[in-house]
């Protein structure tokens, strides 16, 4: 078959389907699911107002959009929405009360048969279990939802928000995700977008697991544990985003490498006094067993701690971030000494004390946050009750005296004397458009 009569024949096959698209309606008291399963592929169904009650399945490549703010009533169990096919989009629905049985995998809008080109757009979910389930699925569009889960339940028993396993060239925009356990959970897959999303009141705000080459771009989270937990990955641009009053991290970096987390704001992590126990403090960036990956540009501001690295997080580009009234700015549990600069620009420090003689913008000394009694009350968190004591103020002066006498550690060569520019520069855009 040559290029135009392969092309006629394309032509040919979209004009037939558009030809032989309908719209159903569907009114209160109609059966919904003998519409659906009456529908051909290609059919718009349209949900009028009113409410819907049971487990709906859709088996067709079909559209069901809502009209006047139609309810999908689950039921209290099972999965409100099924679907069982690809190029499917779901607009426009209340959709409420599915089950809350997280072993099986109950959510509002479930999906995990291969498939491809699933939309699911400017819908509200508001149920226990998870709101948005998509699996094994490739072009995912899932944007403008609105999700609530049940804060009456304890955090570990409430589902996700919007869970995708094993999806690549997903696009998640706009959403907004609060009381459910993680707001955007993404395990196993690849090639995919989070961006400009909202999360709040919930354990972590982005979560990734096993997932590479993904980007999360201009995100906001709030009253999180975790504003962003980025968890055994690689490849990942982490940009533009925002964590205000996490209680233990507010980017958390477990077996992370070769990504880029720059130009992200954190504020505010700090551990309430009731859960306080010893070695839990809010940290604005916790490094664990992650190396080769840049941080720069960031602004970590009123963290216990402002970074801390340790299990091996080494070999990172390390600069131009602002660390700005943190207690302690860097703990860093490691023997092997860290140059955080690069070609000249280290970070900004609120507490560096040197100056600038030569007005080049950089310090005149490095910038060196901790020191051997650091790393004492690290190890023995018992002895900070002799923090102010006449003999480890001696100690610290000794230390400064003889530089020899000092354990190997973070390093600022060029502190910065003013914070960079912490503003976006101008972002690669989404991966699926529409």
């Not at 987390?261 to 010893?278: A, C, F, G, L, M």
């Amino acid at each position: 078959m040559n290029i135009k009569t392969a092309l006629l024949t394309a032509i040919l096959s979209l004009f037939h389907c558009f030809v032989s698209a309908a719209v159903l309606q569907v009114n209160n008291g109609d059966d919904l699911q003998l519409t659906l399963d009456s529908a051909s592929d290609g059919d718009t169904v349209i949900l009028n107002a009113g409410e819907y009650s049971g487990n709906f399945i859709i088996h067709r490549s079909i559209t069901l959009r809502g009209k006047d703010n139609p309810v999908i009533n689950g039921s209290g169990k099972g999965h409100a929405i099924t679907l069982l096919n690809s190029n499917i989009s779901i607009e426009n629905l209340n959709i409420i009360n599915w089950g809350s049985d997280l072993t099986e995998q109950n959510s509002g809008i479930y999906s995990d048969k291969k498939s491809q080109n699933i939309s699911i757009k400017n819908n509200s979910l508001k149920g226990d279990g998870f709101a948005v389930w998509v699996q094994r699925a490739d072009q995912v569009l899932i944007t403008d939802n609105r999700i609530k889960g049940n804060p009456a339940l304890r955090s570990a028993d409430r589902g996700n928000g919007i869970q995708l396993s094993v999806v690549t060239n997903a696009l998640v925009v706009g959403n907004e995700v609060s009381f459910t356990r993680d707001g955007l959970y993404i395990i196993s897959s690849q090639d995919s977008e989070l961006r400009g999303n909202t999360m709040h009141d919930l354990r972590y705000g982005v979560h990734y697991m096993y997932s590479h080459h993904n980007k999360v771009l201009n995100n906001q989270a709030y009253n999180t544990r975790a504003g962003y937990a980025l968890m055994s990955s690689k490849y990942l641009t982490v940009l533009g985003n925002k964590t205000v009053n996490s209680e233990d991290y507010g980017m958390l970096m477990n077996f992370i490498t070769y990504s880029d987390i720059s130009y992200n704001h954190i504020q505010d992590v700090w551990t309430r006094p009731e859960n306080k126990v010893v070695g839990r403090e809010g940290k604005g960036f916790f490094v664990y067993n992650s190396g080769y990956n840049t941080i720069s540009y960031n602004v970590i501001n009123t963290a216990e701690i402002g970074i801390h690295l340790t299990a091996g997080s080494e070999k990172g580009r390390i600069f131009a971030n602002s660390f700005i009234n943190n207690p302690v700015q860097v703990k860093y549990v490691s023997n092997r000494e860290q140059e955080w600069s690069q070609d000249g620009m280290g970070n900004f420090w609120s507490n560096y004390l040197g100056w600038d003689l030569d007005n080049s913008g950089t310090g005149d000394t490095p910038f060196e946050p901790n020191d051997g009694i650091d790393k004492l009350i690290w190890v023995y968190p018992e002895a900070k009750v002799l923090l102010d004591s006449p003999s480890v103020l001696m100690l610290r002066w000794i230390q400064k005296q003889f530089p020899i006498l000092k354990p190997s550690g973070v390093k600022d060569s060029f502190p910065l004397m003013s914070q960079p520019d912490s503003q976006v520069p101008p972002l690669t855009s989404a991966v699926i458009t529409g």
